[in-house]
Every structure is written in C-alpha cells, then in structure tokens.
C-alpha cells in the first residue's frame, strides 16, 4: 500500500506516463484482482466447501466450516430401535442441526432392541460405538458434534415439540426448522426438540446428505478389531478350503494361493420377519418381497460369474442360530457358516445387541459379494456404502466386473440369480432405503 501511495496521483489521472515500473506492476495487480471480483462467481457449496460425488473438496474453510456456529447447540431425544434405524435417526438429527445452524449435542443410542417398553431401553453414549473425534473431523464443515461440556449455561434451553400425525406436512416440518433458525429463538443457547424418535421425522435430505453422514461415522476401535477377528476367521476357512481341495496343488510358497471370496447373505427368514414380509406384500399389492430359505439358496447358487468353491457367511437373527436347518441344502461347492459354526459367536456375546449388530454390519460390508433384501434397511444401508464405495473408484457400477457387487435376493434377476443392487444416489429422501424399494437395480 506504500508503495501505491507513492505513485504519483498525477500520472494516474491526468494521462501521463507512469515511469516507474512498480507503480505498474502494482497497477496492473489491482486490474487484475478487480476483474477476478468482477468475472469470476463464488464457490458453489457453503462456506467455500463443495461437496460432490462423495468428494470433499475444501477452499478455504475454518475448522469446522463458516455456518456452523459455536455456541448454538442443539438437542435431540434418544435414538432407538435398530442399529440401522438408529443411524438413519442420527443422520437425520445432523441434517436439522445442520439445517437450523447449531451443533447437535452428542445423543445417546439405545443398546437394547425394545419397540414398545421405553423404560426398558438401555441407552448408550455415541462415543462408545462411534469414534467422535473421527465424526468431528471426517464431516468437518459439513455437520458437527457437541458435548455438553461445551454448554456454558445447561439451563438456557428452549423445547421445540415436533409436530405429529396428518395434520403434521412435510411443508409445516419445514417450515418450522426454518421458524426455529431465526429471530428470537435464535438467542438460546440450546434448542431442545421433544416428542417422537427422530427416525420418524419428515425428511428434506436427499441420499448424497445422508451417505455423506455415514461415510464419518467409523466405529471405535474395539468394535473394528472385533469384526476383524470375524472377517479372519472367514478368511482362513476359505483357505482350509483351499488346501484341502483335489484340485489345489500344494505348493511351498503359501503366497500362491489366491483367497477364496467369501459371499455374506443378510438372511431374513424368521417367523417375525416372514409375518411382517407377507402383510407388506398384501398392501403393495407386490410378491417381491419375502423369500423363503429354499429361494434364497438358489438365488445365490446362479449369481453369474461366481466361482467355487465360495464360503457363504449367513448373517442371521441369534433365534436361528439354534436351528441348523439354514446351513443345510446348499448346493456343492457353497460353504455356508453363521457366527455359531465358525466359532465367533463367543465374540458376540460379550456385547449388547446394538454392538452385536454393528459387528455383522461391518462383516457384511467387507464381504467380496453381499446378497440381501431390498426390504430391510440393514441390507439397504450396507448396498448404500458398497455403492459410494464403487462411486469413489470410478468404476462403472453396472459393469460385468464390478468390486463389491450386490444383489437382492427377493427379486429375480439373470438366469434365476438374485437382482443386481445399486443405490441411486440421486434421490431428494431417503424413502425407499428407510422402508425398502424393489426399484434396484442399474
């Protein structure tokens, strides 16, 4: 700036020549940044962050991004019902933190599996099942969690009671997100929304929002090494397999044997399951949904293109396991173990249900190819991952030979084989993977 003012203002606008070669260097600066300011439009995204098939791409941003206030919170009821439900509810919190621009406060998430006796629930820290410092910094000016610790007043709280039945619009939702995100309500510190699980709240985020929300929720580390221990497991008795096969020849290097890929089936064939699946039908007028132990079996026998022999890990509800029926009748060559058979079950049991749960999530996740219903929301939500998965490789998800492919087996695909299922990112809600779809595939 001295320099500029060191120019003579003579020269400037009487037409003369500037003969000092910094003042035109500098003149020519200042041009150049008037036309960029000028010519050039802003960043698209919030606080020059843009979000965009997954990829984080970040300008120049505070830590947690310009939008999300620091000393706005806001408070949810605790999440309950199944794990998958709960991390939909969760997302669904972030996104209305987001959307009225405060910090959610760390919620508590419900260890036990009850649908009705609320006092029965046994609520757990989100900390305890999801790393939050990880959370904080993967959705960095995206979403961000708070702590109570951070109030600097617990008694300044302000409840936001959720509106209920038909009366309840998703226009009227909305509507009062955005009366809450201004004017005087604006000046408490905490807003504190009471009345149903946030599960239940009207949606107005599309997938992309929420695949983003999961993409930063990684699992602490005692959980992950516990689903490693699984995933091992499954790994060595493919190459058990190996070894004893006629058709391996043994070699000295062990290196030379490639691992068998191991196929995990999200099997829903419970008697409470099999009730809901069949009403369900009934209503949408549709025979796409229940499929039977037989229909499954076959299914997954006539996926094109999979080799044997294939170990088949049998994700299925802990009242099965005492039935051994669901490991018999597969054709040769198919291998099938549940948590009991393989010997991991004593893994599982040292934890409640929603660990459990989170255990066989992430087995599911890992496995080479996974089949499930497109009914279930634990299915749904595992295909969901799989699918930003082959989204941020840049592979094309309806190749011949794609990484981690799915499949619903509740619906008929290629020669009697199980539907191919991708996700469609490009949905404005989360509809059709909150309650299921049969509209999958590619």
Same mark, same amino acid.
């Given at each position: 700036?001295?320099?500029?003012?060191?120019?003579?203002?003579?020269?400037?606008?009487?037409?003369?020549?500037?003969?000092?070669?910094?003042?035109?260097?500098?003149?020519?600066?200042?041009?150049? +940044?008037?036309?960029?300011?000028?010519?050039?439009?802003?960043?698209?995204?919030?606080?020059?962050?843009?979000?965009?098939?997954?990829?984080?791409?970040?300008?120049?941003?505070?830590?947690?991004?310009?939008?999300?206030?620091?000393?706005?919170?806001?408070?949810?009821?605790?999440?309950?019902?199944?794990? $998958?439900?709960?991390?939909?509810?969760?997302?669904?919190?972030?996104?209305?933190?987001?959307?009225? $621009?405060?910090?959610?406060?760390?919620?508590?998430?419900?260890?036990?599996?009850?649908?009705?006796?609320?006092?029965?629930? *046994?609520?757990?820290?989100?900390?305890?099942?999801?790393?939050?410092?990880?959370?904080?910094?993967?959705?960095?000016?995206?979403?961000?969690?708070?702590?109570?610790?951070?109030?600097? %007043?617990?008694?300044?709280?302000?409840?936001?009671?959720?509106?209920?039945?038909?009366?309840?619009?998703?226009?009227?939702?909305?509507?009062?997100?955005?009366?809450?995100?201004?004017?005087?309500?604006?000046?408490?510190?905490?807003?504190?929304?009471?009345?149903?699980?946030?599960?239940?709240?009207?949606d107005h985020w599309p997938?992309?929002?929420?695949?983003?929300?999961?993409?930063?929720?990684?699992?602490?580390?005692?959980?992950?090494?516990?689903?490693?221990?699984?995933?091992?497991?499954?790994?060595?008795?493919?190459?058990?397999? *190996?070894? $004893?096969?006629?058709?391996?020849?043994?070699?000295?290097?062990?290196?030379?044997?490639?691992?068998?890929?191991?196929?995990?089936?999200?099997?829903?064939?419970?008697?409470?399951?099999?009730?809901?699946?069949?009403?369900?039908?009934?209503?949408?007028?549709?025979?796409?949904?229940?499929?039977?132990?037989?229909?499954?079996?076959?299914?997954?026998?006539?996926?094109?293109?999979?080799?044997?022999?294939?170990?088949?890990?049998?994700?299925?509800?802990?009242?099965?396991?005492?039935?051994?029926?669901?490991?018999?009748?597969?054709?040769?060559?198919?291998?099938?173990?549940?948590?009991?058979? +393989?010997?991991?079950?004593?893994?599982?049991?040292?934890?409640?249900?929603?660990? *459990?749960?989170?255990?066989?999530?992430?087995?599911?996740?890992?496995?080479?190819?996974?089949?499930?219903?497109?009914?279930?929301?634990?299915?749904?939500?595992?295909?969901?991952?799989?699918?930003?998965?082959?989204?941020?490789?840049?592979? %094309?998800?309806?190749?011949?030979?794609?990484?981690?492919?799915?499949?619903?087996? %509740?619906? *008929?695909?290629?020669?009697?084989?199980?539907?191919?299922?991708?996700?469609?990112?490009s949905h404005s809600t989360?509809?059709?993977?909150?309650?299921?779809?049969?509209?999958?595939?590619?």
């Amino acid at each position: 700036m001295k320099v500029l003012f060191n120019c003579k203002l003579s020269q400037l606008m009487g037409g003369g020549t500037v003969k000092s070669l910094t003042c035109k260097f500098v003149f020519l600066i200042v041009a150049l +940044l008037i036309l960029r300011a000028l010519l050039v439009p802003p960043s698209p995204g919030f606080g020059g962050v843009e979000w965009s098939n997954f990829v984080y791409i970040r300008n120049h941003s505070p830590s947690f991004g310009v939008g999300v206030r620091q000393d706005k919170f806001l408070e949810v009821p605790q999440i309950v019902w199944g794990l $998958n439900n709960q991390k939909i509810a969760f997302a669904r919190a972030c996104h209305t933190a987001r959307t009225m $621009n405060r910090i959610l406060l760390m919620p508590s998430l419900s260890a036990s599996l009850f649908y009705k006796e609320i006092d029965l629930l *046994q609520p757990i820290s989100f900390d305890r099942v999801f790393q939050y410092d990880k959370f904080n910094a993967l959705c960095s000016g995206f979403v961000q969690l708070g702590r109570y610790s951070d109030l600097s %007043n617990q008694t300044r709280v302000l409840e936001m009671q959720k509106g209920s039945g038909r009366k309840w619009t998703v226009e009227r939702d909305l509507d009062q997100l955005r009366d809450y995100s201004k004017g005087e309500f604006e000046d408490h510190e905490v807003i504190r929304i009471v009345g149903k699980n946030p599960f239940l709240w009207h949606d107005h985020w599309p997938v992309k929002d929420y695949a983003k929300v999961f993409e930063c929720l990684v699992l602490i580390d005692e959980i992950g090494r516990e689903a490693d221990r699984v995933v091992s497991r499954i790994r060595a008795v493919g190459r058990e397999t *190996q070894s $004893n096969s006629e058709s391996v020849e043994l070699e000295n290097d062990s290196s030379s044997f490639q691992p068998l890929p191991y196929v995990a089936v999200h099997m829903r064939v419970e008697i409470d399951w099999m009730i809901h699946c069949k009403k369900l039908e009934q209503r949408l007028n549709t025979n796409q949904i229940c499929s039977s132990k037989k229909e499954i079996m076959e299914r997954v026998a006539n996926i094109k293109g999979l080799k044997t022999p294939s170990v088949v890990y049998l994700a299925v509800a802990d009242k099965l396991l005492q039935n051994s029926s669901v490991l018999e009748g597969w054709e040769e060559g198919f291998l099938p173990y549940e948590k009991k058979k +393989l010997g991991v079950d004593g893994i599982y049991k040292k934890y409640p249900y929603l660990i *459990q749960s989170a255990i066989d999530y992430e087995v599911c996740l890992r496995a080479d190819i996974f089949v499930g219903n497109s009914f279930s929301t634990f299915s749904s939500l595992i295909v969901l991952e799989r699918t930003q998965k082959i989204i941020t490789m840049g592979v %094309n998800m309806c190749g011949k030979d794609v990484t981690w492919p799915s499949y619903a087996y %509740n619906i *008929q695909g290629e020669s009697n084989g199980p539907m191919r299922w991708v996700t469609n990112m490009s949905h404005s809600t989360l509809q059709e993977i909150s309650y299921g779809t049969n509209h999958i595939s590619c």
